[in-house]
């Protein structure tokens, strides 16, 4: 029973990996649409904040919605990674913080 409990949250932890990686792919394409990419970070900003929000639950999760969305509607700082980097912190970092 332990090994299904172990298995299921690595492959939860691969999943947001890859969710990271597409949405700060989705963050990214403002720049290969000229004029319009602007405009663009002003619909993903919110979205993006929220759905770190949503991914990464407790304080990480708020701070990090709270920095994506002010990283998206900063023009030029949305080639920050923060999906990615929220989950480095989140599976990487923290727990050998706690060690």
């Known amino acids: 029973m332990t090994e299904l409990v172990q298995n299921t949250k690595k492959d939860h932890k691969e999943i947001k990996l890859i969710l990271s990686l597409l949405f700060d792919g989705i963050g990214l394409i403002s720049y290969t649409i000229p004029f319009f990419g602007e405009g663009i ?3 993903w900003a919110p979205i993006s ?3 770190l929000a949503y991914m ?3 304080t990480v999760g708020k701070v990090a919605g709270i920095f ?3 990283e998206e509607m900063i023009p030029m700082l949305d080639v ?3 999906f990615t980097i929220t989950w480095f ?3 990487v970092i923290k727990p050998n913080y706690k060690k």
Do not use: S
Request: proline share 6%; net charge neutral; hydrophobic share 40%.
């Open 89 to 91: 912190y989140t599976y």
């Open 41 to 43: 970070d002003i619909i």
């Open 56 to 58: 990464y639950k407790g």
């Open 68 to 70: 994506g969305f002010i």
């Open 80 to 82: 920050i990674p923060t």
């Open 49 to 51: 904040g929220l759905l």
